[in-house]
């Protein structure tokens, strides 16, 4: 199968993920079970920084694509209609990456590979310009991974990338809590949710924005790779919670907050913080390190994922009929609290960030 991007005409990459392309298959409770669907990590990721960069830019969302003897034909239609920054790598000797998830009580999830699983890592990254000169990147692994990753990639760049990094579940727990914080001197943003946060202290889940702001804060005086290095919370319905080393600090409704509401769409949880990863860490660069910009970009480009199961619809630049644009419209009008302008927010989404 010849790959139909020619990845020499990428330009850099705002934002490049080390994440997985996953074929899922959903379970639910009271719901029929799902099967081949898109999915992974890394895609999701690709999706919130493509909503954020719309189709203008669509080209500097960076990431590389699996595709075994087993990918389903139908996938390639949705994903090459991102127009992304794709690196599509064909082996007719492997099946894809394929996930078992299963929900549960309050989107309790678990998960399993049901297939060997293929890693991105640094020479693969080292193969395409575009992704060897990102400005950020999207970690989703363990600690020692996380060194490892940026060991190898910084004798390569000639300028320090955003290192955004998601830590996997399984990792957060007491015993891995001191390889946790002695990576953060390395790490920009540090995004775990507010479980995964929690367990790391042996916490049950906090549920009030006191318990979250006080976990957030206990990771905070390890991140000194810079000023403005941060942790964001990601916390469900009810939004998120950004506290930075240069005394930024506020919540963030979620897109999808009120499940009264007669406009309420949440279908399927899956990828949501993923994609809320891709979105926070290309607005940051975009926006120079704006948190509030990166933080509402982060929570409307969630919502939108979680809208359907799998992936949203994308036609003429709309996202399920509504653009990122005005998606960020419609959520600072129903949260003037934030004290942000839309047409603010997407100006510091514009091009300033590119440029530098």
């Not at 479980?195 to 206990?218: K, N, V």
């Not at 009264?260 to 120079?288: C, E, H, M, R, W």
């Amino acid at each position: 199968m010849p790959n139909p991007y020619d990845e020499k005409s990428y330009p850099d990459a705002v934002f490049a993920s080390m994440g997985m392309f996953i074929i899922d298959e959903i379970h639910f409770p009271n719901k029929p079970s799902q099967y081949n669907v898109i999915g992974g990590g890394g895609t999701f990721s690709i999706l919130g920084s493509r909503m954020v960069l719309t189709k203008q830019n669509s080209l500097r969302a960076g990431w590389i694509l699996d595709i075994g003897n087993d990918f389903p034909q139908q996938m390639l239609g949705v994903l090459q209609s991102w127009n992304t920054g794709v690196i599509m790598r064909y082996n007719s000797q492997r099946q894809c990456s394929r996930g078992w998830n299963m929900y549960g009580d309050n989107d309790l999830r678990s998960f399993k590979y049901l297939t060997p699983k293929l890693r991105i890592d640094v020479p693969d990254i080292i193969k395409h310009s575009n992704l060897l000169h990102s400005k950020s990147y999207h970690l989703l692994c363990s600690p020692e991974r996380c060194t490892e990753i940026l060991g190898k990639l910084r004798p390569l760049r000639p300028e320090e990338p955003v290192i955004v990094w998601e830590p996997i579940p399984d990792d957060c727990n007491p015993q891995t809590l001191p390889r946790c914080l002695n990576i953060l001197k390395e790490v920009d943003i540090l995004s775990p949710n507010a479980q995964e946060a929690a367990a790391f202290f042996g916490l049950e889940e906090p549920t009030d924005h006191l318990s979250i702001e006080t976990i957030a804060d206990r990771f905070l005086p390890y991140m000194t790779k810079n000023k403005n290095a941060g942790v964001v919370l990601r916390c469900g319905a009810l939004g998120c919670f950004a506290v930075s080393r240069s005394g930024f600090r506020e919540w963030f409704p979620a897109y999808h907050s009120d499940a009264a509401a007669n406009d309420y769409k949440v279908i399927d949880p899956t990828g949501g913080g993923n994609t809320f990863i891709g979105a926070l860490a290309t607005a940051y660069v975009l926006s120079q390190g704006d948190w509030k910009v990166s933080c509402v970009a982060a929570n409307i480009a969630s919502g939108a994922a979680i809208e359907q199961i799998g992936m949203p619809e994308l036609e003429d630049d709309t996202w399920n009929g509504t653009s990122f644009p005005d998606r960020v419209r419609v959520y600072l009008d129903r949260h003037p609290e934030l004290s942000a302008g839309a047409d603010q927010i997407l100006d510091k989404l514009g091009t300033q960030g590119l440029q530098n």
